[in-house]
């Protein structure tokens, strides 16, 4: 959520700084992008099978199975020799927060955002809209995605395929880009 929040705010600042470009301009081509990106969902929605991503979430089924297996072997409890008690590794919170999986979550999420629609339409929406209420409409809008994906997201995986969430995707995107031409616009 930080990483998500991070680029949120990054990419808002980014289009509040090309503000420069007249507002006209950057309204019906912020709305164009919005029609190419629900287009080009729509195809990839059309095109993928209904169980797109089912192998992938068994290779990262499997992939957390093996990490937990050797977690829980560092883990073990250890019986001291001398005094003969039995002591738990146990784990330290603070080691915890910025140990080795958050890095790596933060990181890796950080990357994946950068470029994707979600960036590209935070910086085209600062850029036509009001920045702070892009900022915390975006981030509440990640906050929500990421609890559902973190409290839910084996439930959701198997219940919801990758081609419904795609062209559901699709769909709102063409309906920002159609609301956007067909509903009069005051501030331009």
């Known amino acids: ?8 705010v990054l990419s808002a600042l980014l289009g ?19 029609a190419v990106f629900g287009l080009k969902m729509l195809k990839e929605g059309y095109e993928m099978s209904p169980d797109e991503g089912q192998e992938e ?5 499997a992939d ?22 039995i002591r738990s ?8 927060i910025l140990g ?21 339409t935070t910086i085209v929406l600062a850029a036509r809209e009001d920045v702070i209420g892009v900022i915390i409409g975006g981030t509440l809008g990640h906050a929500i995605c990421t609890g559902i994906a973190v409290l839910g997201g084996r439930i959701v995986a198997q219940k919801i395929s990758v081609r419904t969430v795609t062209l559901i995707g699709g769909v709102v995107f063409l309906v920002f880009a159609l609301s956007a031409f067909l509903l009069p616009v005051h501030d331009i």
């Open 1 to 8: 959520l930080g990483a998500l929040g991070l680029m949120t």
């Open 16 to 34: 509040y700084a090309t503000t420069i470009i007249p507002k006209k301009v950057t309204y019906y081509v912020s709305s164009i992008l919005f």
């Open 57 to 61: 979430y068994e290779e990262v089924q």
């Open 64 to 85: 957390l199975k093996k990490r937990e297996e050797e977690l829980e072997k560092e883990n073990r409890p250890v019986e001291d020799i001398e005094t003969g008690i």
């Open 89 to 96: 590794p146990g784990r330290r919170w603070f080691h915890g």
């Open 100 to 120: 080795t999986i958050f890095l790596q979550a933060f990181t890796l999420t950080f990357l994946a955002e950068w470029g994707d629609r979600s960036q590209i």
